[in-house]
């Protein structure tokens, strides 16, 4: 999720407006207990850890969770503290070089790939480094704050929410690499029982209007949201209920995954380069002719009734030409998103950390259940700039415009996204062989 920004005229310009998505309440009447609520959700994530579960790295992607609790840190400290705080002083003078992540401008970065063979600072001077950091912002808050440094605060809390949700996937995958497979938090839910079936919801061609629109909504939003456009659609179809585990197994089942012509090229490839890893989704593994795959709360059966979840692009792609479907454009999804009016599915806040039966909630309020929440959802479209997207000047300028190549969109947010951080025009990215992320695809077609 390396990739937004806020759209900072916006919040310059109406920043008493910016409201969480949530409709709570506005994040400048007091800033310090939204910035102390939304640092807070970091830490409490971290409680059933242990020491050794916070510095282990097991690819490229993947981040210690010590990194995350420090470049979190760093953020507020780099944009905000050192250039706004007078006579703040940096906790460390090399923190600058071990927690920035990609900010070319702001200076030299240690390796990503090495970033878990650092084992000083240690957690315990980590935490000691966010507490140090949020005593000096609190200063800052106290002194008050201009339009500039509240729209930084404001994409600040932002990125920590994305952190967060990345010190979930993170960890998922840290943890799925020990063969003991241990439990983050129990969970106990009962079998769902039989898969529910899906129909298809229709949307009338026309023109439609996309992206955040700054007169009328005063949600917070990136810029890569922005500018708000037109774009015309052809009558199209959406499935009511993303992807199940059930659809996978059918898929696996009639070979799937040894049938080139369902693939891309390129994933072919991959599946050819990998096939051990490449013959099902990321974490499953049949154990007694039972599909297993590894959760937050331990190794478990595969409930084919639940959202199908850790699936790339590419699969999502090859299992809906399989189904004689396709993917939807991001334009479709959000078009259907907006005309299905308020819709709510499993987040962060709920603390499971697995999609389980968001499509069918106890009180379905849409025609299109959890779009919003569960597991992000694949889209066709390739992430490029809407028409008139101008990255922003500096060092902030680099959250989104430098990847905008090879990159697909995905829509939704997923149940390690906090609910307050997700709206239908956020936009997600990543490349097509990702799975490690909570992501799965909704089908769509053609009318």
């Not at 790295?57 to 470049?71: C, E, F, G, I, Y």
């Not at 593994?285 to 590894?294: A, I, L, P, R, T």
């Not at 950390?353 to 259940?369: C, E, T, V, Y």
């Not at 307050?420 to 909704?442: E, K, M, V």
Request: charged share 25%; hydrophobic share 35%.
């Amino acid at each position: 999720m390396y990739g937004n920004i806020l759209n900072m005229t916006l919040m310059t310009e109406t920043p008493t407006d910016a409201r969480p998505v949530d409709g709570g309440t506005p994040p400048d009447t007091d800033f310090k207990t939204r910035y102390t609520t939304v640092r807070k959700a970091t830490t409490d994530f971290c409680e059933p850890l242990c020491p050794e579960d916070f510095v282990v790295q097991t690819m490229q992607d993947v981040s210690p969770t010590k990194w995350h609790l420090a470049h979190t840190s760093w953020f507020f400290e780099t944009f905000l503290l050192s250039p706004h705080l007078p006579g703040y002083r940096e906790k460390h003078p090399l923190y600058n070089y071990l927690f920035n992540s990609y900010y070319v401008s702001v200076g030299d970065r240690h390796c990503r790939i090495a970033r878990g063979n650092i084992s000083r600072p240690t957690v315990d001077e980590v935490f000691e480094y966010r507490r140090y950091v949020d005593e000096h912002m609190h200063r800052l808050i106290d002194a008050g704050l201009t339009d500039e440094t509240a729209a930084l605060v404001e994409l600040g809390l932002h990125h920590e929410q994305q952190h967060q949700e990345l010190m979930v996937t993170d960890l998922k995958h840290v943890l799925s690499a020990n063969p003991l497979y241990p439990v983050y938090r129990e969970l106990a839910d009962p079998p769902l029982g039989k898969p529910a079936p899906f129909s298809f919801v229709p949307f009338e061609e026309g023109v439609y209007p996309i992206g955040h629109h700054a007169e009328e909504d005063c949600r917070f939003c990136y810029d890569n949201e922005t500018p708000r456009h037109r774009v015309f659609l052809e009558p199209f179809a959406l499935a009511d209920r993303p992807l199940l585990n059930a659809d996978v197994i059918a898929f696996i089942e009639d070979g799937g995954y040894d049938t080139a012509n369902l693939w891309l090229s390129a994933a072919w490839a991959q599946i050819n380069a990998d096939p051990k890893d490449w013959k099902q989704p990321l974490y499953w593994d049949k154990v007694d002719g039972v599909w297993h795959h590894f959760t937050l709360h331990g190794f478990v059966p595969v409930d084919p009734a639940e959202i199908a979840c850790h699936l790339s692009y590419y699969e999502a792609d090859a299992i809906a030409r399989w189904m004689d479907y396709r993917l939807p454009t991001e334009f479709e999804w959000e078009v259907a998103c907006n005309q299905a009016g308020e819709m709510d599915g499993v987040f962060a806040d709920d603390k499971r950390f697995h999609p389980g039966r968001a499509p069918d909630l106890k009180s379905p309020i849409s025609n299109l259940k959890s779009a919003l929440g569960g597991v992000w959802e694949w889209t066709q479209s390739q992430y490029t700039a809407y028409p008139g997207y101008r990255s922003l000047p500096g060092a902030i300028g680099e959250y989104n415009g430098k990847f905008m190549a090879n990159q697909f969109v995905l829509r939704g947010g997923s149940c390690a996204t906090p609910r307050s951080h997700i709206r239908p025009t956020y936009r997600n990215f990543f490349p097509a062989d990702a799975r490690w992320q909570f992501s799965g695809a909704r089908l769509a077609k053609s009318l």
